[in-house]
């Protein structure tokens, strides 16, 4: 009977609730309390291990050494993780993921949504030996490469003028390379993620590793950090976000699908749904 009781309120929420903007948030957290089918492991340590295929779907296959396998092979905290915020405490919903990458959050609260992905794109280049790739764009336009900000390169900046002069000592350390990422979350965001990267037109050519971006001040970025395919040629992916107030990246459950969650199948249309937020237009972008 409580269950029952339970299921009625939360319609209730949805229905009254679900026909404006601020609803639409409100709504996905609602959802989070429908029962849905696990396919959770809990003693799974990575983003692959943790999650269970659905029947007749298989993972879809990348090289080893590739960002895509990085991904998916990335290490999570012990199941049950809460998100926590850059000041130390947790946020204030936790029911919206259903596991937390094993990726540090600075107490300076730069690492938000576009720079956790940056960041992860990052560490991959620097474990894989490709470290001369480590390069984005400022919101500016203007390219900024680990390369040269490890030879003591650092830019001078007026307005949306930007140059580059050495004026600090090479520095190879990976102390300095987080110093490196600091600046780049600075100055880069969404919108220049958007700008930059590679746009993937076609659903069907989605893949792992490619991300779904709402350009903006603010906007928001999600990633695609493990994907399946059916003998149909139909695809699902896990979704992971970083967020703001910078926070633990988590891989998010499908609010959408109770019965698939946390797979999602690329989403039809313009409005998207996620644990918090909702995109009203989203791109389809690819690190290079």
């Given at each position: 009977m409580r269950k029952l009781l339970l299921l009625l309120v939360i319609g209730l929420v949805i229905f009254l609730l679900s026909r404006t903007q601020k609803g639409q948030v409100v709504t996905q957290v609602?959802?989070?309390?429908v029962v849905s089918p696990n396919y959770i492991d809990e003693q799974g340590n990575t983003v692959a291990s943790r999650i269970k295929l659905p029947e007749n779907y298989s993972r879809v296959p990348y090289p080893v050494g590739s960002f895509q396998q990085y991904l998916r092979s990335f290490e999570l905290l012990p199941a049950g993780a809460e998100v926590i915020n850059y000041t130390g405490k947790p946020f204030v919903?936790?029911?919206?993921?259903?596991?937390?990458?094993?990726?540090?959050?600075?107490?300076?609260?730069?690492?938000?949504?576009?720079?956790?992905?940056?960041?992860?794109?990052?560490?991959?280049?620097?474990?894989?030996?490709?470290?001369d790739e480590i390069g984005f764009n400022f919101t500016s336009g203007d390219y900024c490469s680990w390369k040269y900000y490890a030879q003591g390169y650092r830019p001078v900046i007026n307005g949306n003028d930007v140059r580059f002069?050495?004026?600090?000592?090479v520095d190879h350390s990976k102390a300095n390379?987080?110093?490196?990422l600091n600046l780049i979350f600075t100055y880069s965001g969404t919108q220049s993620?958007?700008?930059?990267l590679i746009h993937i037109n076609d659903p069907n050519e989605m893949q792992l590793g490619d991300m779904l971006v709402y350009p903006g001040f603010p906007g928001h970025i999600i990633m695609a950090v493990d994907e399946i395919s059916n003998a149909n040629g139909e695809k699902l992916f896990i979704f992971a976000q970083g967020n703001t107030p910078a926070q633990s990246v988590h891989m998010l459950k499908n609010l959408n699908d109770s019965k698939r969650s946390p797979w999602y199948e690329y989403p039809k249309g313009d409005s998207f749904g996620i644990p918090t937020y909702t995109f009203t237009e989203f791109k389809c972008i690819r690190f290079k």
């Amino acid at each position: 009977m409580r269950k029952l009781l339970l299921l009625l309120v939360i319609g209730l929420v949805i229905f009254l609730l679900s026909r404006t903007q601020k609803g639409q948030v409100v709504t996905q957290v609602a959802k989070s309390y429908v029962v849905s089918p696990n396919y959770i492991d809990e003693q799974g340590n990575t983003v692959a291990s943790r999650i269970k295929l659905p029947e007749n779907y298989s993972r879809v296959p990348y090289p080893v050494g590739s960002f895509q396998q990085y991904l998916r092979s990335f290490e999570l905290l012990p199941a049950g993780a809460e998100v926590i915020n850059y000041t130390g405490k947790p946020f204030v919903y936790q029911r919206g993921h259903v596991g937390v990458l094993n990726l540090s959050v600075p107490d300076n609260g730069l690492q938000q949504c576009a720079d956790a992905l940056i960041r992860l794109r990052a560490e991959y280049l620097w474990q894989a030996g490709r470290k001369d790739e480590i390069g984005f764009n400022f919101t500016s336009g203007d390219y900024c490469s680990w390369k040269y900000y490890a030879q003591g390169y650092r830019p001078v900046i007026n307005g949306n003028d930007v140059r580059f002069e050495k004026s600090a000592s090479v520095d190879h350390s990976k102390a300095n390379f987080y110093r490196y990422l600091n600046l780049i979350f600075t100055y880069s965001g969404t919108q220049s993620l958007h700008d930059e990267l590679i746009h993937i037109n076609d659903p069907n050519e989605m893949q792992l590793g490619d991300m779904l971006v709402y350009p903006g001040f603010p906007g928001h970025i999600i990633m695609a950090v493990d994907e399946i395919s059916n003998a149909n040629g139909e695809k699902l992916f896990i979704f992971a976000q970083g967020n703001t107030p910078a926070q633990s990246v988590h891989m998010l459950k499908n609010l959408n699908d109770s019965k698939r969650s946390p797979w999602y199948e690329y989403p039809k249309g313009d409005s998207f749904g996620i644990p918090t937020y909702t995109f009203t237009e989203f791109k389809c972008i690819r690190f290079k």
